[in-house]
């Protein structure tokens, strides 16, 4: 039995009805045919999927986990065969390029399914979801012989894609690995090196694992500048491009983990395998950005997905549980306890947990929005502004999206009281499983890191500037509707408190290197917090103008929720920007002693 | 070998220097005898004893688990011969009735052991804290002679005891059990019924074990009133008080839980078990609350325990890893990298672990400085304010010690990136062994109603005052200290704002009887942060007048990190509870469809 229900109603609520998705797509070429039919049908069946094939295997997968035996991981009974069907449906090229076999979809669709695909079992989501990565990389920047040979087999899942980066020495800091790879003439390089933590690195879903490697040639300049990017098969292909011998590839263990256990998180060598350079030679970490995006966004959605799962189980149980009287009165007389429903506290648990998620599958939408712009716009300068925009949400997306998910996962274990503890519900095992999206991928202090120092102090605020703009453009919408009066002037607040701390963090960076890094958590959490509220607006614009139904009435009711009882947070977090750096840096050594 | 590092230093400093309870100690006829000598002895055999014994299980008992076959519960490798040294080191009876061969430690003492207990492994260590916590039901309420028969092998830890309250249909509401007490003449009762999440209610520690079971009588009056409290041994006794021929008291199941894996948490059939009646019939719920105030804050001390183990270990970790360089110049020229101490965002996460667990040891001290006077002072009208301000303190410290425990473990594992996630270096254990505290022993909802609804406005906010009271007479005392001026001002702005929230609670409680629960999760964070803040100035006013020494600066550091970055947490609070429960109740009730 499946305890996922995909929330359809409000994914298409949000997909056309808030962001008028069809409406964009209409306007742009690439996307002229992505019908409504379409939509319904891949939503549809999408939910189908992961709610009746996937969802069943999370629970199975956690218990069993991924097995290793003598450089073979096995996966969980029922995985081969769900990715074998999730393949053959097409499911895993959707946004793969149409030159190659892929569906080309617009990203607005894809993160729909992508969210379903994460919270009906993240362990089994991350092996499609390595080999669309993998694919977007080489899409980006291998040669049209590389991208003939592996992308089609890629986008219809007969191999799949791993990414190599980590090292045991080096994991945030890419700069200082130690594989090498050694010109062998002709395009191929040797690659030697060990690297851990990598997600699928091998299993036994496919017939091939395409690896893109991080590596060093031997006279390449220190640092980050040095890395290049290599395609490394685990089964070498001959002239026809048909599987031939083992590359020197080899899975030396896998990792036991909190959770995720299904998904192979492996100990790589290669020992002189054949790898080929994939872009330009030391311009590695530039071809793994291009991904990144998509990667990192991707990682908010297991947060998001997580989440709402939880928060399904969490309902229901609030529901069902009968547990003392409502502090009104009994509204269960002919029972010996009311629903714990009624009890304010856990309605605090319901609604936060519903706030962070709800908006948070809007704001996966804000910024898949600019990725298609920014992928699909015809118009170059459309393009280009979209571009910055992805540039200044996607470190937001990654860890805002992946903090307010653990937090919601906890949320939804707590309403469950000892029940949410026992394996049995499968809260405590989303608790585990969303957890390990605030670290990989970038952890989430460098996702802030990255939004503080590189975005906003590197543009010297301008990145900030375009979401700035759709908030003024949201705020003078509505200065002639007067049911939505109660939001705007808290909304202009939570702006003008956005700007305040840009421009103090801005102040404090011209005289001190370390005020992004000392401002960075803070000020990300800021921002994602007026990035919701800006989103409760417009979802709540859209449904009070929608009178006589109780699902566009409970989303006017969420947005205040969120704008009472959340958006005060932000106070908190810019609060602490203005600290600055002294209390962290300026404290005795003493400090950091045990 | 042991990961454990009991930090010693810190708690005689709070023991000795910020609470002077050698001073209380001395002025109280009953632990008069409780020396400077003694004292240390205890804390460092209490050190050696957790860190060399106990905190090497933790790992083992989390893997293999505790183990269930027919009835029958098996612990992990070393857990039996552990258990044995404890008791044979008498430490199981430390804070025991001496008439009865405990040892009358102040808890002021044993909390400190505690801590270590649970941070050497909090699976382990709830076998002996549900021993000492049946003890306490029994030594409080018990007849002499179940007294005599039972105690003395309790505290020597011969044999163990379990609470049994929890049945599937109630858990916060024990108003509706369904458990048995038939009398069968002679004081004894045939008790009948399932229990469930019953730690430690099977296992091979002891030969015998005592349960107190939460049972009705036929003809008991509906509810809470009706309810009366049984000892119930597992092995009956023949009348010399030797082990005679086995209860009908069946273990059924063992629960597969998100961690304290080698804790049995139990299903438990009694099956017309004989039992005997504790206290007065009916009176069941008010025997369990003399012993709830000391189970309460032994939870608490479970969240503190973890937080300082992950701490520690975070902190090593922070010096040795070497990531990137530092923002103002590399630190560690001679290396690839500097260690990640140097990136103000590790240095934050760091920090507020720090803040938080170490002002929490100063919480737990604080508390047990208010049970030793309710329990030994020579003085009835000292002994009734310490009890209101131990009626005070309890839910506080059982929920804010173990969400700010929580929180922090989160932290300390988020400091090791990809290390953290894995098995390897035990931080996700402590995540998972943590979280357990925020449910049991009452959610921390439940802590968060009985402060808000049964003390605060049950006492029309009266309980409250004592702590006031200590707050004004800690800023009299700082008036002449110009050193201390800093804190001064906030620490007022503090009190204040609890103050005003108080009566806004207060206020809002006469026409909203919903108004309690909205507010209690936010009240109880409130009002947490602000007893923080006292006793963060507690420290520093102590420390400052020690110069030249590192350990002091830090703590006066802390103090200051504590004010900056996580005191205006409170205002945040303070803003929710102002919110009233408007936000929470009278919303559509499709917001908890989902």
Redesign the interface.
Known sequence: MSDY?P?LRHMQFLLNDVFEAPELWAAMPATQEVGPELVSAILEEGAKITSALIAPLSRIGDEEGARFDNGKVTTPEGFVDAYKKLAEGGWIGLGGNPEFGGQGLPKMLTVLFEEMLYAADSSFTLYPALTSGAALAINAHASESLKKTYLPRLYKGEWAGAMCL?EP?????L??IKTRAVPKGEGSYAITGTK??ITGGEHDLTKNIIHLVLAKLPDAPEGPKGISLFLVPKIRLDEQGQLAKPNAVVCGAI?????IKASA?CVMHFEEAEGYLIGELNQGLACMFTMMNYERLSIGLQGLGCAQRS??TA??Y??ER???RA??GAVNPDQ??DPI?V?????????TQ?AYTEAGRAFALYTAEALDKAHFHPDDSERGKAADKVALLTPIAKAFLTDKGFDSC?LG??VL??H?????WGQ?QR??DA??A???EG???IQ??DLARRKIVGSKGKLAESFYEDVEALLERLDSRKEMAEFVQPLKEALQSLRESTADLLAQAQSN??A???A??DYLHLFGHVIYAYLWVRIASVACTRPGS??Y??QV??A??YF??LL??A??HA??VK?G?Q???A????????
């Open positions: 229900f929330p980590t020495h080096a994991g945030t800091d700069g200082i851990i933590f990792e036991h983990k909190m959770g998180t928060l399904h309902m229901v609030a529901h009968l547990q003392s502090a009104k010996p306890a429903l009890h304010p506290d856990v309605r605090r648990m319901l609604l519903r906890v274990q707590q009281g000892g949410g503890y026992i394996r049995e405590e608790v585990r957890r390990i605030q670290i990989y952890t989430n202090g802030a890191l290197p370390d992004a890094g000392a960075s958590c109780a699902f009435a409970a009711d969420m205040r929720y009472a009882r005060p947070m106070s908190y609060r602490a600290t750096a209390p962290l840096m404290v005795d050594s003493a400090c950091f002693e045990v």
